[in-house]
């Protein structure tokens, strides 16, 4: 069975950029299965559009690339329940990253984020 990799909005944009920790991601472009959350393509979106930069091709390029994964209502709650038991511990947590916790966990993957704040035993950080 392949990997499966839910790649989250820092390590789109490095991806994006082609910088060192992007090629990391590209090796996992090429050998795994990739999925994204519906936030993250936001997340992205949103940066590249700041950037000044071509942010319809940046969303074509991750659609075209992973699978978009939407946030429903019961990974939503899951989701926010997470995320206000993390919060207690982790102040730099983020509701982000509990969908993205969510998501990995309901779909058996690993996370992949640049995201030092990010913390729990399914994220392969990029260095």
């Known amino acids: 069975m392949p990997s499966r990799y839910v790649l989250d909005a820092h390590a789109w944009v ?3 950029r082609g910088s060192p920790p992007g090629k990391r991601v590209k090796d996992l ?5 990739l999925y994204t959350t519906s936030t993250s393509l936001a997340g992205v979106v949103a940066y ?4 000044c930069q071509d942010a319809s091709l940046a969303a074509r390029a991750i659609q075209t690339l ?7 209502s019961e990974l939503a709650i899951r989701a ?5 038991r993390a919060k207690k ?3 730099e947590t983020t509701l982000e990253h ?10 058996g993957a690993e996370i992949v984020s640049g995201d030092k704040s ?6 392969i950080q990029l260095k």
């Not at 472009?29 to 299965?33: A, I, K, L, T």
């Not at 590249?48 to 950037?51: A, D, G, I, N, R």
């Not at 992973?66 to 429903?72: A, F, K, T």
């Not at 509990?98 to 779909?107: D, F, G, R, Y």
Request: with cysteine; glycine share 6%; charged share 25%.
């Open 98 to 107: 509990s969908c993205i916790l969510e998501v990995a966990k309901k779909l």
């Open 48 to 51: 590249v559009e700041q950037q």
């Open 66 to 72: 992973s699978e978009i994964v939407s946030i429903d």
């Open 29 to 33: 472009v090429d050998s795994g299965s």
């Open 118 to 123: 990010f913390v729990s035993g399914r994220v």
């Open 89 to 91: 511990v982790y102040k």
């Open 14 to 16: 490095e991806y994006l």
């Open 80 to 84: 926010g329940n997470r995320y206000a």
